[in-house]
């Protein structure tokens, strides 16, 4: 359990047997009184493992699969060398029926080390003489 749901639990105790109220456990865990009546209920109804997060150990639906993975490297390699990460999308969905957004395709090259990530310039600041505006005067008071 991580530290959080600890610290959740030891609050939803302290309540349940009466040495803090709802409002002062709500503010302790940042949550409303509302949210904290919740999670004492499911507390009391599953014990520890009903604070704990329900996602805990599995994959994303939405994550791309491995094979996908190697299968787009292998052809960013082979075939589509030289392309960037916005076209090699747009080239994989015409025509190899894979989709990915050019977002996943720039990560998952960066990630292979098929691409370097871009240096990004240092902006130079302003000059210190700037060059002076026709018609315009300095005032000098």
């Known amino acids: 359990m991580s530290r959080e749901e600890l610290k959740r639990i030891l609050v939803v105790e302290r309540i349940l047997d009466r040495h803090m109220t709802n409002s002062k456990g709500a503010m302790t865990l940042g949550i409303s009184v509302k949210q ?12 520890e493992q009903g604070i704990a997060h329900k996602n805990r150990g599995r994959k994303p639906i939405h994550k791309v699969s491995d094979a996908i993975k190697d299968r787009a490297a292998t052809l960013y390699t082979t075939k589509y060398y030289g392309s ?21 395709v720039r990560l998952l090259l960066l990630a292979k080390g098929l691409k370097q990530a871009k240096q990004r310039r240092r902006m130079k600041g302003p000059s210190t003489a700037s060059a002076p505006i026709p018609g315009r005067h300095a005032v000098a008071d």
């Open 36 to 47: 904290l009546i919740r999670l004492k209920n499911k507390y009391q109804a599953e014990g």
């Open 84 to 104: 960037n990460s916005c076209h090699f999308a747009e080239l994989l969905k015409e025509h190899e029926d894979i989709q990915l957004s050019s977002s996943s």
